[in-house]
């Protein structure tokens, strides 16, 4: 099982994001984020934790091993504000958290 | 251009069925697996079913075993979701999805197709 929090989080453009997701079982370091806006599918950001995936900005980051990863986007931008949801491909069936909105404050 | 194209979505009374059909486009279609993924309404995303390549090897959601089969004509650069025995709980979007080659994840989605099994 995989836990995001917080649920909504609230940022100002330009202010650095911090999204947490908290896994039941150490999962080595198999964890990747998606991003996901209203009406459009996923978007891979970060794989194996920490890779940028191809052509994701510089200001998206991840990080941690075994049960506890973190996604940070360093200065949000008006593009940002979207849902995040972290995925587990530890093993099968891959499993997805529920996933942090990131709403304009 | 990668490219996805669900289709096949639609409106189906409980116990019904339906196929979905994915095709793919801009990149070498029988060198990757391939999985279908779902989202019911306001919900978080689930991995429904995943098939290799070459379409010998397929597994699925425990939430499905038994009622949808995946499978791929790699000829026609298509994969399919047949589902069966409909409950109200599949109704969701449902995505296809490109697996990156070297690590567990999705790196190509569709823009997902609309099922929902209602009376």
């Known amino acids: 099982v995989l836990t995001q929090s917080p649920a909504t989080l609230s940022v100002s453009p330009g202010e650095r994001a911090t999204l947490s997701c908290r896994a039941s079982?150490?999962?080595?370091?198999?964890l990747a984020w998606y991003q996901q806006k209203p009406g459009q599918a996923p978007r891979l950001l970060i794989y194996?934790?920490?890779t940028g995936a191809t052509g994701i900005p510089a200001r998206f980051s991840g990080s941690g091993s075994g049960t506890e990863f973190t996604l940070t986007i360093s200065s949000l931008q008006s593009e940002d504000f979207a849902v995040y949801s972290c995925q587990q491909y530890y093993t099968w069936p891959w499993t997805f958290g529920q996933g942090t909105k990131v709403e304009i404050k | 251009e990668v490219q996805v194209v669900e289709s096949g979505g639609g409106l189906v009374q409980p116990g019904g069925s339906l196929r979905l059909s994915c095709t793919a486009s801009g990149f070498t279609f029988t060198n990757y697996p391939m999985h279908w993924v779902r989202q019911a309404p306001g919900k978080g995303l689930e991995c429904v079913s995943r098939?290799?390549?070459?379409?010998?090897?397929?597994q699925y959601a425990d939430s499905v075993k038994g009622r949808f089969t995946i499978s791929r004509d790699n000829s026609k650069n298509t994969l399919y979701l047949q589902m069966g025995s409909l409950r109200a709980e599949d109704t969701a979007v449902y995505y296809c999805?490109?697996?990156?080659?070297?690590?567990?994840?999705?790196?190509?989605w569709g823009q997902g197709t609309l099922v929902t099994v209602s009376s």
């Open positions: 194996d934790t920490s």
């Open positions: 999805a490109r697996r990156h080659l070297t690590v567990g994840v999705l790196d190509n």
């Open positions: 098939i290799s390549s070459g379409g010998d090897s397929a």
């Open positions: 079982q150490s999962l080595g370091n198999k």
